[in-house]
């Protein structure tokens, strides 16, 4: 096995070779990644336009609009509060059934089950859930009222209709966190368990003292993927609210996808704002990393 | 026992939504909208699929959509696979100038959000002329699902036994003949997962599609049934389910025969990232 990593193919004059095998990708990566990423960052500069051809530089200009743009600043709030509402359930919820599934029978089926919305897009699971929350036919409500519970019109009460975009998000992303628990508890070696189980700790202690600790590499990964993905979320709005009630649940992608496509054409706007969103992203990461590594020797 | 009974309770409900969708999809108009919700969808009716596959004419048709999104994601699983299996080969087995910096600039682009790239990956579509084509769909999927597949099939490669490189090598085969006869073929359950996860991202994409595409034939389906709610609204969600349930086959197909691999697939994702 040792071999395998320094073994084949070490030659340096196979340089040439290399970079021949490397080439396609490479020019699919420099032209349609890196190359808009920095094009980006130019037109944030600029006043471009969709449909102008001639750009003007204008400095900043872009960047402090978004200091007086309210709907930005809106939109960011709700962007945010998303993201820190949404985390702990997702770190959580997945866990918890991870646990759960790791000691039960049946985990594979039980496992695909849940891993199943996972597989939908976010169009058909923003439409399910539209359905089923139907204020006047919606099974949701009907349940609910049988129950003696509120029914009511989740998505169109601005108290509610982001918490709805929450429920939904966890209910279709939960199976992929859920398969990446499990691959980290069986990672755990068992007789670590056991013998906490001898020391007279119960399941719960062991779950604190044990599978918490050893997870953090996988709970880092969860948290700053979940992170990167619900900085940028879209879909779900899109369909579910089109960021209504007002602008209840108006998020920071939509902002600028309406900005750049529907409503101003002004890229150089909508580039400012996906960079001011790459930075946030960025410094979020980079505080996760600090936050969760440091301990992860055990 | 107890546990298991629970776990199970939950994963029914859990599935619940996905069932009410096709349950919906099979009524008639009128019993859709039926107060108590009913579950069982009798007299059935496959009313809505051919509407919405062939009939419709208010919108992009479902069955267009769908015959558009399985070129699009076959593809971008093509074009993703072999960029990044040649590009993740060198990066694994040769030692060559500038091989750690390659490797940093794609890993590294793992972090930029695609929302990022939008707006100039939109200019640059729009100067190639490949706005609403096949290509400005595929090409761009493709780029976004490249850096994945080459730190997937890069671990993979590292950790390949030499020997049979080096018996091919000895043999007189040149590094293609090795990569192409002898790593290739080792490689095809770490390859079956990256096409399950490179065709689940293009099947699924929505962003990208919804600004790259203008004209209805082309739409791919999430942005057909994007559109498909706008145009039956208020009146029955029947056709919309059908759109839903159809959109749902392909990967419940896969998920049902290769559950296994998806997760493998998944599981790989998550480890080390």
Redesign the interface.
């Known amino acids: 096995?040792r071999?395998?990593?320094?073994?084949?193919?070490?030659?340096?004059r196979?340089?040439l070779?290399?970079?021949l095998?490397?080439a396609?990708?490479?020019l699919?990566?420099a032209?349609?990644?890196?190359?808009?990423?920095l094009?980006?960052l130019r037109?944030s500069f600029t006043n471009?336009r969709l449909g102008r051809p001639a750009q003007a530089f204008v400095g900043l200009a872009n960047y402090e609009r978004l200091l007086d743009d309210t709907r930005f600043h809106t939109s960011l709030y709700n962007t945010v509060f998303y993201t820190v509402a949404s985390t702990l359930p997702i770190l959580a919820i997945p866990l918890l059934?991870a646990v759960?599934?790791n000691?039960?029978?049946?985990r594979?089926?039980?496992?695909?089950?849940?891993?199943?919305?996972f597989?939908?897009?976010?169009?058909?699971v923003g439409?399910?859930?539209?359905?089923?929350l139907?204020p006047?036919?919606g099974?949701f409500n009907?349940y609910l009222r049988?129950l003696g519970g509120p029914a009511r019109s989740w998505l169109a009460d601005p108290t509610t209709a982001m918490w709805v975009i929450i429920v939904t998000t966890v209910?279709w992303v939960?199976g992929?966190y859920l398969?990446?628990y499990?691959?980290?508890l069986q990672d755990i070696p068992r007789d670590l368990y056991e013998s906490a189980a001898l020391d007279g700790a119960g399941a719960i202690r062991s779950f604190w003292a044990i599978t918490l600790p050893l997870l953090r590499p996988?709970l880092l990964?969860?948290f700053v993927?979940h992170m990167?993905g619900s900085?940028?979320i879209?879909?779900q709005v899109?369909?579910l609210t089109q960021g209504g009630p007002g602008d209840a649940t108006r998020t920071?992608?939509q902002h600028?996808?309406e900005t750049?496509?529907q409503n101003f054409f002004h890229?150089g706007s909508?580039?400012a704002m996906?960079?001011v969103?790459?930075a946030i992203?960025?410094v979020f990461?980079v505080l996760q990393f600090r936050l969760l590594r440091g301990h992860t020797e055990y | 026992m107890a546990l298991t009974v629970g776990l199970g309770a939950l994963a029914v409900l859990w599935l619940l939504p996905v069932v009410w969708v096709f349950v919906t999809s099979l009524k008639h108009t009128p019993d859709i909208i039926r107060v108590p919700p009913e579950w069982i969808p009798w007299p059935a009716t496959l009313e809505h699929y051919v509407e919405v596959l062939f009939s419709s004419s208010r919108t992009a048709r479902i069955g267009r959509a769908f015959i558009n999104s399985i070129i699009v994601s076959i593809g971008t699983v093509a074009l993703v696979v072999a960029t990044s299996a040649l590009a993740a080969y060198p990066l694994a087995r040769m030692r060559f100038p500038g091989r750690n910096l390659v490797f940093i600039l794609i890993i590294g682009s793992l972090m930029i959000p695609n929302a990022v790239v939008l707006v100039p990956q939109y200019v640059l579509v729009q100067q190639l002329g490949w706005l609403s084509t096949y290509q400005g769909l595929i090409v761009p999927e493709a780029a976004m699902t490249f850096a994945f597949g080459v730190f997937l099939l890069r671990q993979f490669f590292l950790l390949m036994p030499g020997e049979l490189e080096d018996a091919a090598r000895i043999d007189g085969a040149n590094t293609w003949q090795v990569f192409s006869r002898i790593v290739l073929p080792l490689s095809q359950p770490v390859l079956a997962a990256l096409s399950i996860f490179a065709f689940r991202s293009a099947w699924n994409d929505f962003l990208w599609p919804l600004i790259a595409v203008n004209k209805a034939e082309m739409f791919p389906l999430p942005v057909a049934l994007a559109l498909l709610r706008g145009a039956y609204s208020s009146e029955s969600y029947g056709p919309i389910m059908a759109g839903a349930a159809l959109s749902a086959l392909p990967l419940l197909l896969v998920f049902l025969v290769a559950n296994r691999r998806i997760v493998e697939g998944v599981r790989l994702s998550g480890l080390k990232g």
């Open positions: 096995m071999r395998g990593r320094r073994g084949g193919t070490v030659s340096r196979s340089w070779t290399a970079y095998f490397l396609p990708g490479l699919l990566f032209a349609f990644r890196l190359y808009p990423l094009d980006g037109l471009a059934l759960a599934l000691r039960g029978t049946m594979t089926v039980l496992r695909g089950a849940f891993f199943f919305p597989t939908l897009s976010v169009v058909t439409l399910t859930w539209l359905w089923l139907d006047v036919v099974p009907y049988a209910w939960t992929y398969v990446i499990l691959a980290g996988v990964f969860v993927t990167i900085f940028q879209f879909g899109f369909v920071v992608v600028l996808y750049a496509f890229f909508a580039s996906a960079w969103l790459f992203i960025l990461s």
